[in-house]
């Protein structure tokens, strides 16, 4: 026999303030309750026994008094401890039955051991419900929604509920005020086998014959105890303790499955919801990931485009030099010579090859056509300078060069535009007004990055161009090959000191030369490009930020949609951090679940792009991770406020919410 009793009431009082004053719904009501009692507490609508009961049950605390359950004060309880004595101590068998009306039998039963500190396996937590169903007659009925079970059915699910947890007392609200009289009769049979058993239990009801079943008779009136008639003396016999079940080494990581496993199934009840919320998840982290994939591919075309013009290249620009008080940019002043490109050729190591170069646009003309286009002049080591290999013909030669012969290579834009019915080579073409003899096609380069086509160009020696075409004995520019990328910087200093040495220039600032590398080439491309990447990601990162809201407005919603489950699983023992915890889990699945669906959209709108745009879409691991990660976080911050605000509804407030 315990030393104390079970509950212990002392001057309890419960006062509700309302518009109209104050409610004295409990007036100082003194109460023992021992081990093996069956107490059953009448009185009329108002007379302050549901309201008692709710204290009793930890739903709700009282204004004033004492109340001691197996000798714990609850009055010093917070939420989370209480709620924590519901769990241990208590089972409550609500009138309404309570129970969530999506989930089976055993999952409404399995309920309160979800939150139980004893961290029972999955394989322990579903052998206890499904024993405590069978012990109530329904173990034929563990799969089977709360709908598809009668008043008489769904009762027995929620006394099988408050009993799984094997608490030492059971405390039940009208048990049998939905039921017919069969139905009440059978329930309360099943109440007295309960009790006989040794189970301790207090039960409200306004029916007399429903009552006459207790051993012990309370009536109330006006929030005070008006009688107290023993009938029948407390149970002997004594329940079995509770199952000190081993908690799982894993028990923290179990009770997070757990929630996980609860909030999916929350989520799977409104599958269109659902979507509709991820929505915003999904375009935004598709969006992020295909908009710096096309960045990323610009880029790469923009790279790509200035390594088709060779490896390892070094650009010498004339210009830059004060004339006339004017400065002149790269190539505005002749002030390169055949004699610098020789001298770089013959002095620097590391150089493979030299090939001076001018520009100029001209009118050619051949057999009834003509067209505008590039006229280049350069040496025969222009063609490995820029690693540009013939599609037909040959390059011109050396002597080619010091005879200033009239021969031409042809890009394939020219050739498509002037010899569109076939091979030009051997062929005669008029540039300007002097025939040149085409002897080779060159092989197909495609744009430059700036925009222009490399291939609408024809090549000639570039004496011919200076004498007979252009009329200069001054370089637009030096293109060098050097033999690796290691020697690239020693020879544009090289260059440099050589170039000052020869144009006699004492101060840098004064060179009227520049030399480039085309790495320097490649950062002044892309640098527009990244600032667009950037720009597009950011821009299609907004969407995330509304998809955010979105899931933060539909989990406020749906805070308010189910606060009756969660007053359901505050009373069966969910502490406030395991209702926020269910209700961030919910979000982060949403947002998760949308990265991932967005993260393959945005890597098939990628591909598709590519497939049929024929633009180079780039996909990066780290804008999948930081999209991936970003839908996480989002998750989390928005979750967290109606995941706070569902953790702190009161357990009464939120069972009576309609």
Known sequence: ?????????????????????????????????????????????????????????????????????????TSHLDSDELAELRNRKLGFVFQGFNLLSRTTAAENVELPLIYSSRRLSPDERAGGAEAELE???????????????????????????????????????????????????????????????????????????????????????????????????????????????????????????????????????????????????????????????????????????????????????????????????????????????????NQIPGVIAVSPELRSTERYTAEGKNWSGNVR????????????????????????????????????????????????????????????????????????????????????????????????????????????PAEMPIAQDQVNLLLRERHSISDPSLDDFSVRTQDEFIKMATQTTRIMTILLGSIAGVSLLVGGIGIMNIMLVSVTERTREIGIRRAVGARGRDIRLQFIVEAIVLSTVGGAIGIGLGIGSAQLLTHYAGWPALVSGASVAIAFGVSFAVGVLFGFFPAHKAAKLNPIEALRHE
């Open 1 to 73: 026999m315990n030393e104390h009793p079970v509950i212990l009431l002392r001057g309890l009082q419960k006062t509700y303030a309302t518009d109209a004053g104050e409610v004295h719904a409990v007036r100082g009501v003194d109460l023992e309750v021992k081990a093996g009692d069956f107490v059953a507490i009448m009185g009329s609508s108002g007379s302050g026994k549901s309201t008692m009961m709710n204290i009793l049950g930890c739903l709700d605390q009282a204004s004033s008094g004492t109340y001691l359950l197996d000798g714990v004060d």
């Open 135 to 345: 012990r109530v007659g329904l173990g034929e009925r563990l799969d089977h929604h709360p709908n598809e079970l009668s008043g008489g059915q769904q009762q027995r699910v929620a006394i099988a509920r408050s009993l799984v947890n094997q608490p030492a007392l059971l405390l039940a609200d009208e048990p049998t005020g939905n039921l017919d009289s069969a139905t009440s009769e059978e329930i309360m049979r099943l109440f007295k086998s309960l009790n006989e058993g040794g189970i301790t239990i207090i039960m409200v009801t306004h029916e007399p014959d429903v009552a006459a079943h207790a051993r012990r008779i309370v009536v109330m009136k006006d929030g005070l105890i008006r009688s107290d008639e023993r009938r029948l003396p407390e149970a002997t016999n004594r329940p079995p303790a509770p199952d000190k079940a081993k908690g799982t080494f894993f028990g923290g990581i179990y009770l997070a499955l757990n929630i996980l496993s609860t909030s999916g199934r929350a989520l799977l009840r409104n599958k269109l919801r659902t979507v509709l919320t991820a929505l915003g998840i999904i375009i935004g982290v598709g969006a992020v990931i295909a908009m710096v994939a096309i960045g990323r591919g610009a880029s790469a075309m923009v790279e790509n485009q200035i390594r088709s013009m060779g490896d390892n290249l070094l650009l010498v620009f004339s210009g830059q030099v004060f004339s006339g008080g004017v400065y002149r940019g790269f190539g505005g002043a002749g002030t390169l010579t055949v004699e610098d490109s020789e001298a770089i050729a």
């Open 377 to 484: 002049g350069a040496a025969s080591g222009y063609f490995e300078v820029r690693d540009w290999p013939l599609s037909s013909g040959a390059i011109f030669t050396d002597e080619d060069v010091r005879s200033m012969a009239t021969v031409a290579l042809l890009g394939q834009t020219v050739v498509d535009r002037m010899f569109p019915e076939g091979d030009p080579i051997g062929r005669t073409m008029r540039i300007g007004n002097v025939p040149f003899q085409i002897i080779g096609v060159l092989a197909k380069k495609g744009a430059a990055p700036w925009g222009e086509d490399q291939d609408d160009i024809v090549i000639i020696p570039y004496t011919t161009s200076m004498r007979r075409i252009i009329g200069t004995t001054r370089l637009r520019s030096i293109n060098i090959k050097v033999g690796s």
